[in-house]
């Protein structure tokens, strides 16, 4: 199947500091990336949908000036979370969406675990 | 979007076939249901998808009734590496202009 991949798996920061995570679609070009976010126990909350060559759209709630979406290349789209704070501790997980027999099939990452001291 | 109904969670043990059920009463005439299968700390990974009838494929099945209104993922003889939660999601993936949203999973435990 598809390969997604993150970098990077886990990252610990400090309060005030920016962390940028990568992903991407290793053998599938991605017009479309989403970016969702998950607590311990939950399920996985949409954060924004990213789009080669455009601005992220976001979800209600999801702070834009916060969470930074970049979508530079077919294989390549970038989360910076700026200025983090511990709230933002979480699993972050993207996705790409891969164009099959007229059907979009969307593959998911191994996902970043962020942790803010 | 569609809202999915999944239990919570189920049991089971080593060898017997399980059936997690998800019901989506509003499901469109374009959605689609998928099922992926996620593990602590991973991301969630495609078990099957289907439109209508039922889908086979070397892991799993899954059955949808004619109303659509349903549908049921079947993992034959599981396995302890068979724990996990397992999302049933309805979407319209031809369009491609929304990103599939999670309910809240069936955590399955299997037991020896």
């Known amino acids: 199947g598809a390969v997604v991949s993150q970098h990077p798996s886990w990252v610990i920061c400090k309060s005030g500091t920016s962390v940028k995570i990568e992903c991407r679609s290793l053998?599938?070009?991605?017009?479309?990336m989403f970016w969702y976010r998950q607590f311990p126990k939950q399920s996985l909350m949409l954060m924004a949908t990213?789009?080669?060559?455009?601005?992220?759209?976001?979800e209600q709630g999801v702070e834009k000036d916060k969470f930074l979406i970049n979508h530079a290349s077919l294989t390549l789209s970038t989360l910076t979370v700026t200025s983090a704070h511990p709230e933002d501790s979480s699993f972050y997980i993207c996705s790409a969406k891969r164009v099959s027999s007229g059907t979009y099939e969307q593959y998911f990452g191994p996902g970043t675990r962020l942790t803010v001291t | 979007l569609a809202k999915t109904t999944q239990p919570i969670s189920m049991d089971s043990y080593e060898g017997q076939e399980v059936n997690i059920t998800c019901s989506h009463n509003n499901i469109a005439t374009n959605d689609y249901i998928t099922w992926y299968q996620q593990f602590p700390s991973q991301g969630p990974r495609f078990i099957i998808q289907g439109y209508k009838t039922k889908v086979t494929n070397e892991v799993a099945s899954l059955f949808i009734p004619a109303d659509r209104k349903s549908s049921t993922l079947s993992l034959p003889r599981v396995s302890l590496s068979d724990t996990a939660v397992y999302y049933c999601l309805v979407g319209d993936i031809q369009s491609g202009r929304r990103a599939l949203t999670f309910g809240s999973g069936t955590r399955l435990q299997v037991q020896p």
């Open positions: 053998d599938f070009q991605a017009t479309t």
């Open positions: 990213s789009n080669e060559g455009s601005k992220a759209t976001y």
